[in-house]
């Protein structure tokens, strides 16, 4: 056989065997059970994973506050927050694996997971080339919404960003070919209920909310196909949604219209495939004021995992500032996860304490280095902040 044949065969193998994955995950989602009632969980399990880098500094902090806010739940046996161990860098390079054997099963044990930023190693790190942590824990977990609010009031920005977590470019990262030594190929999947469970999500986020539009953003005009199915799925669902209007965008004028001030507040809730959202949704963060003051959640109809927006910050660590990084996201975090688990006051409390101390009262400030203060400090504050008995009356004055 020609060495051209060999490398097609090759290629073909390869495409065979993910087409076979792809198919039997789409029966999965198919035949996926429906969304957990979190208030006839008994007790809800809550897990802290600690994370890399910064990670346990900042993770830690927003789990004293998790505490808490929870304690008298925690008292009567109704919640349990336990610790998960196992996912540092180290102990992944170890095992070989981007999630150790008996680290999922944990997992599986908790209802929601909290978790620091975990370290992906890419080429010329001391680390085996592992698949990203993140990336598999959303796949296997199946949490297929990643939903990342953002909001300056003062600026008229008030956007909830659900992007899709377990397809299009990112679910076959790891799993592209080099047909030969010249030719690399990646593969992109959207699939008819992927797309349909996060576009769904979306336009009932907006219709509790009292939203009329949904935006749908992709690259439909290039990317025909994949994409191509994204829209029309997006247009299939809107078709259900009377009174909610769907409004499409590209993916490059989107980016540019963020920058917009007269146009980017038109925005509300924006649905779109896992590459476009990455990109979005940490342009968006920066108008809050950096990626240190977003939370993310990662949601599936069993499992919910909360996160930051940003990663380990290897370099604040290695400069030795790790101890001053600001552990409003994974606060943040915290906020979507008491709410999606039924704590909804203890939620809107937190999130108040949050913008009056970092948005508007600003006694103990961050700057990532030596000249301001520590995630703990600022995290006391937080604290401080929470006990104040007229904490809503407070926080309702910055807003007029
Ligand atoms: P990063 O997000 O870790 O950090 C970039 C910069 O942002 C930092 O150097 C720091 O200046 C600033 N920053 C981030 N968080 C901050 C905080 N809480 N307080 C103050 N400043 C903060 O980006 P990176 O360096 O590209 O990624 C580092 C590692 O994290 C990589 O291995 C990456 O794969 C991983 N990562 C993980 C996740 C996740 O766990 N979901 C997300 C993104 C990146």
Same mark, same amino acid.
């Given at each position: ?16 065997? &993910? ?7 789409v ?24 994370? +890399? ?13 998790l !505490?808490?806010? &929870?304690?008298?739940?925690v ?5 349990e ?5 196992? #996912?540092?860098?180290?102990e ?13 099963? *944990? ?12 370290t992906?190693?890419?080429?010329? +790190?001391?680390?085996?080339?592992? *698949? ?7 796949? *296997?977990?199946?949490l ?8 300056v009031?003062?600026q008229g920005?008030d ?50 909310n ?16 994949? +994409?191509?199915?994204? #829209? ?7 078709e ?7 409004? !499409? ?50 949601i ?21 500032r ?8 994974m ?6 996860? #008491? ?7 203890e939620a809107?409390? &937190? ?14 400030? &961050? ?9 703990? *400090? ?11 008995? +007229? ?10």
């Open positions: 056989m020609s060495e051209r044949r060999e490398a097609i065969e090759r290629a073909m193998a390869h495409f065979e065997k &993910l087409l076979a994955e792809q198919m039997d995950r029966e999965r989602m198919k035949a996926a059970e429906d969304w957990i009632d979190y208030s006839k969980v008994d007790p809800i399990v809550i897990g802290v994973v600690g994370g +890399d880098g910064i990670g346990p500094y900042i993770s830690g902090e927003a789990k004293k506050v !505490e808490y806010l &929870l304690r008298n739940e008292k009567a046996g109704k919640v927050i336990r610790n998960i161990a196992g #996912l540092s860098i180290e992944r390079a170890r095992a070989m694996k981007a999630i150790p054997d008996g680290v999922i099963e *944990e997992l599986k044990r908790c209802h929601a997971i909290l978790k620091g930023p975990l992906t190693p890419k080429k010329g +790190d001391p680390w085996p080339n592992l *698949e990203s942590a993140n990336v598999a824990m959303r796949r *296997e977990l199946d297929f919404a990643n939903v990342r609010p953002v909001k009031p003062s920005i956007w909830i960003f659900f992007r899709e977590n377990t397809e299009g470019a990112y679910i076959l990262g790891s799993q592209g070919l080099n047909v030969n030594d010249e030719i690399a190929f990646d593969f992109k999947v959207i699939t008819n209920p992927g797309a349909e469970r996060i576009v769904k999500l979306a336009f009932e986020h907006a219709k509790k009292g939203i009329d539009r949904v935006t749908a953003v992709t690259k439909a005009n290039v990317i025909k196909t994949s +994409d191509g199915k994204f #829209l029309e799925v997006a247009r299939k669902v809107a259900k949604y009377p009174g909610i209007e769907l409004d !499409e965008w590209f993916i490059d004028i989107m980016a540019a219209k963020l920058v917009d001030p007269k146009r980017r507040t038109q925005f509300r809730v924006v649905v779109l495939p896992n590459l476009y959202g990455d990109i979005i949704t940490d342009e968006a963060a920066e108008f809050q004021g950096g990626v240190g003051t977003a939370g993310s959640a990662n599936g109809k069993r499992y919910a995992m909360f996160e930051a927006i940003h990663g380990s910050a290897p370099r604040m660590v290695e400069e030795g790790a101890q001053y990084a600001d552990p409003s996201s606060m943040r975090a915290a906020v979507m996860l #008491l709410g999606h688990i039924g704590f909804v006051e809107k409390r &937190l999130e108040m304490a949050l913008d009056i101390c970092s948005q508007h009262e600003k006694k103990v400030v &961050l700057t990532g280095r030596q000249d301001g203060a520590t995630g703990a *400090e600022f995290a006391d504050y937080v604290m401080e902040t929470l006990h104040d008995p +007229d904490l809503e009356g407070k926080w309702k004055g910055y807003q007029s």
